[in-house]
């Protein structure tokens, strides 16, 4: 079974960096999309960032140029990071990582409900 778990979330201060981790157990070998998501309190869930099986990124517009995903491959499974830059506290949020369904599409889709494997969340504040 396919287990995700987030690390890496705290409190910054404006203009911060936070790395957020997500490792992989119970990989199994075919094309999937890795994204991170994230929900404010009392907003809906939006993609910040996927990484599609041919390498591809995309981002959120609000992240753009901030954030950047990446994988690291390790003996025993996968990690996926996400590294954040400049942070503002409308990055505030709940921070999930997650896997998709397959994919055979070029791009990662940015519905949710596409995804169907889920880290238990981590939380990011950004705050003066």
């Known amino acids: 079974q396919v287990q995700l778990v987030e690390s890496g979330g705290g409190s910054v201060h404006p203009g911060g960096t936070l790395r957020l981790s997500c490792v992989i157990s119970?990989?199994?070998?075919?094309?999937?999309?890795m994204a991170w998501f994230r929900q404010g309190t009392g907003e809906q869930r939006d993609v910040v960032a996927t990484?599609?099986?041919?390498?591809?990124?995309?981002?959120g517009d609000a992240v753009t140029g901030r954030f950047t995903i990446s994988q690291d491959n390790m003996n025993d499974g996968k990690a996926f990071n996400l590294h954040m830059d400049n942070l503002r506290p409308d990055d505030s949020a709940v921070y999930y990582c997650?896997?998709?369904?397959?994919?055979?599409?070029?791009?990662?889709?940015?519905?949710?409900?596409?995804?169907?494997?889920w880290g238990q969340g981590t939380q990011v504040t950004v705050s003066p």
């Open positions: 997650a896997r998709s369904r397959l994919v055979f599409a070029p791009a990662c889709p940015v519905d949710d409900g596409q995804y169907n494997v």
């Open positions: 990484l599609h099986p041919t390498g591809r990124t995309a981002y």
């Open positions: 119970g990989w199994v070998h075919g094309n999937f999309c």
